[in-house]
């Protein structure tokens, strides 16, 4: 049901968008001025109604790669291929609602910093596996775990992998992190979205073992305070937040 309230939402904005650029330009005889309305309605709709950064930049460019797409007259596989281009690059915004999020530098640095000696680390949605490589690059005591469940991330971190010459303790996983055993875990690591983070709490509790600890980069869990903040001092990831297993109501 939420999946259908946001999807709706979002074809809410486009669709307001349009009628309000028609109030001023029409779209047959003035179509670059309509054009260029409707893309800066989308995107101040979408600010307002808070829409992340990554759907901002949909919403500014959705008209325009439809009003090409008709323009070119696109060949119907056109289509099928970016749909499946889409899906394999990042299907979990679709079923889980979770973007490609890369982590910066900055993150992955203090990360490494603050784990625990030998820590056995896992990397929920491990992307195109830069947390996991970077870190078992400084840090050689770690046992890391990756898993990524679409299809060209993981395909990309697996070529990265072999790229750093099969870094012995690093595992890169295709699967859904759901399904992986949390208890052989002492540290469970996410970048994901507001959106599955209650969820991640609960399976954390309900999954980890008892000393594990859960970082979240800069999302945060509703009435969970973390027990410990890592600031870092980019614009959109501002700390590195840390619960430990027994920490708030079972």
């Not at 394999?88 to 890369?102: F, G, H, I, K």
């Amino acid at each position: 049901m939420m999946r259908l309230a946001a999807l709706l939402r979002h074809a809410g904005i486009q669709l307001l968008a349009v009628l309000l650029a028609w109030v001023f330009w029409a779209p047959l005889l003035t179509p670059l001025p309509w054009l260029a309305a409707q893309c800066l309605l989308a995107l101040l709709l979408a600010s307002v109604l808070r829409c992340s950064l990554p759907q901002r930049l949909l919403h500014l460019l959705f008209m325009p790669l439809v009003v090409l797409a008709l323009w070119q007259q696109w060949a119907p596989w056109l289509y099928l291929c970016g749909f499946v281009l889409l899906f394999a690059l990042s299907r979990n915004a679709l079923t889980e609602r979770v973007p490609l999020y890369l982590s910066s530098q900055e993150s992955i640095a203090t990360l490494a910093h603050w784990l625990p000696p030998g820590a056995a680390v896992l990397d929920l949605g491990s992307g195109d596996g830069r947390v996991v490589l970077q870190l078992a690059r400084q840090r050689a005591d770690l046992q890391l775990c990756g898993v990524e469940n679409a299809l060209l991330p993981w395909l990309w971190s697996r070529w990265r992998y072999l790229r750093a010459g099969r870094p012995a303790n690093v595992s890169l996983r295709y699967g859904n992190f759901w399904d992986l055993d949390w208890s052989r875990f002492d540290v469970i690591h996410a970048f994901l979205s507001p959106a599955p983070m209650a969820r991640v709490w609960a399976h954390f509790q309900q999954h980890a073992a008892n000393h594990a600890q859960l970082v979240s980069n800069s999302f945060g869990i509703a009435a969970v305070p973390p027990q410990q903040r890592l600031p870092l001092n980019g614009p959109l990831q501002k700390e590195l937040l840390i619960w430990r297993h027994n920490h708030g109501h079972r």
